[in-house]
């Protein structure tokens, strides 16, 4: 497997020179937009919002709220897309989308626009609509869990309260019942030692909405906390390397069978699983100390662009350290000035794609679990394929 894995890896970085050369092209299919900086939360493991801030933006800059005259300007100015007809999928997160004044305007305004376009809003669940009617413009809702009971809900995303978030996802999806029953909602759970003993609570919590009110309910994701250099140096000991390896896979088996029972898609990175049912830990320690993943990631790949407020240029990868992101597009040379398709397939993002593949990219990468899960899932792809041409 090994070896069909590095010749997968050698067949990508062909791809890449390829690309180089202009005569492979990826199209931009996936638009990140920031609606605001602002929060109302400000969660334990957050990196960007400080209970201390006064602006409770992030890293307490002045609150922004982008208006309609805003994502008009960016998606002209950017050229995103212009055939009315073209796939175009805008996520919507980072700061509470939900608190913006002008959601409503923008989200039927996008879905005019584009008419086969995918909305996606991430939201941390504390903010009912102020007008149902925004369901017929959004095509999934994602909403932040990451406590199944109140007393760990509530200790992690301060100062929410666990009743109000959980009677607020019920009113959202009354209204996707009422007006569009083909949005699709989810959970995403930021996973640490402060609450994943509370994973089979979570899916009892969701599992419990659903059959209240009816309809179904897309996944529950799972990510693994990660703690940047600038956090509080003690976070670190919330990682999951500090979960006993034993209860961890009983929780995971518990988390399963109740996710069955309540027929919801349990959407966990293959990373987490391989770190609690191997005998030993998977992970080693590079010389700066950093983690040693391995080197495939599909977001550099999979058509994925970010725009932060001012519509300028950002890395599509939120497990990146920051202070990287501007610094890689001087080093490759990465132009912020055209088209998302321009960018995406110029000489220095693909050569950027091929050094990742050629592990040169481990001190921005190191933090990363996105690289790791999916060589795993590559790796069972080679071996079903291998299988199959062996019967």
């Known amino acids: 497997m090994e070896q069909l894995m590095e010749q997968y ?16 092209k990826i199209k931009v299919i996936e638009i990140n937009m920031y609606m605001t900086n602002k929060c109302n939360l400000y969660c334990t493991m957050c990196p960007f919002i400080s209970k201390d801030y006064s602006n409770k933006t992030y890293f307490n800059k002045e609150p922004y709220f982008a208006t309609l005259k805003d994502v008009k300007k960016i998606l002209f100015n950017k050229k995103v ?16 989308t939900l ?26 669940g504390t ?11 959004i095509d999934i809702l994602g909403f932040s869990l990451d406590g199944g009971t109140k007393e760990v809900f509530e200790a992690i995303r301060t100062p929410a309260k666990f009743e109000h978030v959980v009677d607020t996802i019920h009113k959202w999806v009354k209204a996707r019942n009422k007006y569009n029953i083909n949005l699709k909602f989810r959970t995403s759970t930021t996973l640490s030692t402060l609450n994943f003993m509370d994973l089979p609570n979570i899916v009892r919590t969701v599992g419990e ?61 293959q990373a987490i699983y391989e770190m609690f049912y191997h005998e030993t830990k998977i992970d080693k320690r590079d010389e700066q100390g950093g983690v040693e993943r391995r080197c495939f990631c599909e977001k550099l790949s999979n058509g994925y662009l970010s725009y932060g407020m001012n519509g300028k240029l950002e890395f599509a990868c939120c497990f990146m350290d920051k202070k990287y992101w501007y610094e890689l ?42 690289g790791e899960s999916n060589y795993y899932n590559i790796l069972e792809e080679l071996r079903r394929k291998n299988d199959a041409g062996s019967e």
């Open 209 to 269: 909405v659903v059959r209240t009110e009816g309809g179904d309910w897309d996944s529950i994701y799972c990510q693994p906390v990660v703690i940047e250099d600038y956090q509080r140096p003690e976070l670190r000991k919330i990682t999951l390397e500090y979960v006993d390896r034993l209860m961890g896979k009983k929780v995971l088996e518990e988390t399963e069978r109740l996710a069955a029972e309540y027929s919801i898609r349990l959407d966990m990175p």
């Open 329 to 370: 597009f001087e080093r490759y040379q990465i132009p912020d000035n055209k088209n998302p398709e321009e960018i995406y397939n110029s000489r220095g993002y693909w050569q950027l794609r091929k050094d990742l593949l050629e592990g040169k990219l481990q001190k921005e990468c190191r933090n990363c679990t996105i």
């Open 9 to 24: 890896r050698q067949q990508l970085i062909k791809q890449c020179e390829e690309g180089m050369e202009g005569n492979k």
């Open 127 to 137: 903010i009912p609509p102020a007008n149902e009617e925004i369901v017929k413009y």
């Open 99 to 124: 608190l913006n004044p002008e959601i409503f305007k923008i989200c039927k305004y996008i879905k005019k626009k584009y008419v086969n376009s995918e909305i996606v809003i991430l939201s941390n």
């Open 81 to 96: 897309s212009g055939k009315r007809q073209e796939y175009v999928k805008f996520n919507f997160f980072m700061g509470e």
